[in-house]
């Protein structure tokens, strides 16, 4: 049973670019959680979905930032016009059901620099 | 209101010793609680989580205990060995709702001297 798998594992973006993160639930699986990490910290929520739907993007910042589930396909993480500040590991984590209580496991993450 | 606290931030321990981590909250919605080993360059993991209608959970080395009354949960790690040394995350979640997010601790990093 593979686990959740985000893609790339580096990414290399210059100021003003765009990136994609793209992130498969494990099998079974059909609630995704974005989280970014910066270095030597805690992860910091940013949006939780559904197929198809956003639950939450309560932590999600309100300009460059876009997430995606789709019926078919991975979720997808989107930053328009990065900047320095973007550079961080994010991850992705999935959930067989949603809600509060549901253990969520993680992917190996994507760690996006900015130069 | 919302975020956790984690202490200590680093801890060092002789291996054979045990290691003991603490999270404080103040959301007294939390219902449960999980904890996550994150070794350099991986992805965290989950290593034991406990609900809030359990006071005490134990997997082989690793427990966790959980007092709500006071708001605190502990991780405790007996027998340390050199590959329990990782940074550790503490977390809660609220239940109901569409809520579903985890609010993580800012991690202890734990080493575990041979």
């Known amino acids: 049973n593979a686990g959740v798998m985000q893609n790339p594992r580096h990414l290399v973006r210059r100021r003003g670019q765009e990136a994609r993160l793209r992130c498969s639930p494990m099998k079974g699986h059909s609630h995704v959680y974005w989280y970014r990490q910066l270095p030597e910290e805690g992860l910091k929520f940013m949006v939780y979905?559904?197929?198809?739907?956003?639950?939450?993007e309560s932590g999600m910042p309100k300009e460059r930032f876009s997430a995606e589930f789709p019926k078919e396909g991975p979720s997808i993480l989107r930053i328009q016009q990065v900047v320095r500040g973007d550079s961080a590991a994010y991850f992705c984590?999935?959930?067989?059901?949603?809600?509060?209580?549901?253990?969520?496991?993680f992917g190996d993450g994507t760690r996006l620099s900015i130069l | 209101g919302e975020n956790v606290e984690q202490h200590p931030s680093t801890l060092s321990v002789q291996e054979g010793d045990s290691a003991v981590i603490k999270c404080t909250y103040s959301d007294s919605a939390s219902n449960y609680f999980p904890w996550y080993k994150q070794e350099l360059g991986k992805r965290p993991q989950l290593i034991i989580d406990i609900r809030s209608n359990v006071g005490e959970k134990k997997d082989q080395r690793i427990a966790v205990t959980l007092n709500k009354t006071a708001k605190h949960f502990s991780l405790h790690i007996t027998e340390t060995q050199p590959e329990d040394s990782a940074v550790y995350f503490c977390?809660?979640?609220?239940?109901?709702?569409?809520?579903?997010?985890?609010?993580f601790g800012k991690g202890t990093k734990l080493s575990v001297k041979p």
């Open positions: 977390a809660r979640m609220n239940y109901g709702g569409s809520q579903g997010n985890l609010i």
């Open positions: 979905l559904q197929k198809e739907n956003i639950i939450d």
């Open positions: 984590a999935s959930s067989p059901q949603g809600g509060g209580g549901q253990p969520q496991h």
